[in-house]
């Protein structure tokens, strides 16, 4: 069955404390690996798009990476700002195109 | 610079009404997809549409209706609501290939008393 799973559930940290989100995936013929940022109350912002293993993208303080099993999301020097749920996607092969999301992880940054 | 609107943004409703979410998006995007979102099972696809008029069921597509006769449209109907459907809702859209980044609505947060 494909699945998606990330961890931790929730994390705590400190302003400037750097950390790594993960996601792993067990799927047949990945397409791509989604990251999002969804804010409370808010649909789901996207924040990169991963396609193969090895590639890496970075935005500010966020900076995604792919293996053949799991991507992580590592978050640098993070703001109280950054503070959100960040949500994990794959797209699979075949004409179905929904994507299978994680339950996410809630990112707490303290001052 | 609308992108992907949804209406209404919260919604209360008694059990065995009929209720409509509407979903508009302005990017000509082929792809519409909806989606709900509940605590402990992250979001699950109900219906997505590849183009106008072709319409196809996702993961729990039971209880609710679609359709598409306009390519920026793609309203969800729930015939006769049930307390099992109260959640968030949120529709997305894609533009060149199902596998292609999804951009979300801001969500239609529904209450079936």
């Known amino acids: 069955e494909d699945q998606v799973t990330q961890s931790p559930e929730a994390l705590r940290l400190q302003e400037g404390e750097s950390s790594s989100l993960n996601c792993s995936y067990t799927v047949s013929g990945l397409r791509g690996l989604f990251w999002y940022r969804q804010d409370p109350g808010k649909g789901p912002e996207f924040l990169f798009t991963l396609y193969s293993a090895g590639e890496e993208k970075e935005k500010e303080r966020l900076k995604a990476t792919l293996t053949k099993k799991e991507s992580f999301l590592h978050i640098t020097a993070p703001k109280p700002e950054d503070s959100a749920t960040y949500l994990c996607a794959v797209s699979l092969g075949g004409s179905q195109g929904n994507l299978i999301f994680g339950k996410g992880t809630k990112l707490s940054v303290k001052p | 610079d609308a992108g992907i609107t949804q209406s209404p943004r919260y919604k209360i409703t008694e059990t065995g009404r009929q209720v409509t979410l509407m979903c508009h998006q302005t990017w000509s995007h082929s792809y519409m997809f909806w989606y709900r979102q509940d605590l402990g099972h992250g979001l699950r696809l109900i219906y997505y549409?590849?183009?106008?008029?072709?319409?196809d069921k996702g993961e729990v597509p039971d209880g609710y209706v679609v359709s598409r006769s306009k390519t920026e449209n793609f309203p969800l109907t729930l015939e006769s609501a049930t307390r099992s459907q109260t959640s968030v809702y949120f529709c997305?859209?894609?533009?060149?290939?199902?596998?292609?980044?999804?951009?979300f609505g801001p969500g239609t947060r529904l209450t079936v008393l």
């Open positions: 997305a859209s894609t533009a060149l290939t199902s596998a292609d980044t999804q951009y």
């Open positions: 549409s590849a183009a106008a008029d072709i319409t």
